[in-house]
């Protein structure tokens, strides 16, 4: 099984920075791409930024010049760096990653989410 830990969330002032980490743990072959998603109340979840193994990212429009995600292969964590924080930025934030597993020529596919960590921003 593969764990998704987060951590880094908290209250901020808008303005303001967080940075949030998730690192995988557990039966890993290989991850694939990470990402982070948010969800606010009574809304969707929706993707915040997304990055591949070999470094390519994809940002959300909302948080393009914002937000960087970056991430550690070696130590199969993902970063999301958040810099001038608005309160529209306030939901739960939740960790993703395609992990790959082999065993002999089988290859085994699975998407894993962290538990969530809250992000407050207020005004």
């Known amino acids: 099984q593969v764990q998704l830990v987060e951590s880094g969330g908290g209250l901020v002032q808008a303005g303001g920075s967080l940075r949030l980490s998730c690192a995988a743990s557990?039966?890993?072959?290989?991850?694939?791409?990470m990402g982070w998603y948010r969800q606010a109340p009574e809304k969707q979840r929706e993707l915040v930024a997304s990055i591949t193994d070999g470094g390519s990212t994809n940002y959300a429009d909302s948080v393009k010049g914002r937000f960087t995600i970056s991430r550690d292969n070696a130590k199969n964590t993902v970063y999301l760096q958040m810099n001038i924080l608005k309160p529209e930025d306030t939901a739960v934030y939740y960790c993703?990653?395609?992990?790959?597993?082999?065993?002999?020529?089988?290859?085994?596919?699975?998407?894993?989410w962290g538990q969530g960590t809250q992000v407050t921003v207020s005004s």
């Open positions: 993703n990653a395609d992990v790959i597993n082999y065993s002999g020529t089988y290859v085994y596919t699975g998407n894993y």
């Open positions: 557990g039966r890993i072959g290989r991850v694939n791409a």
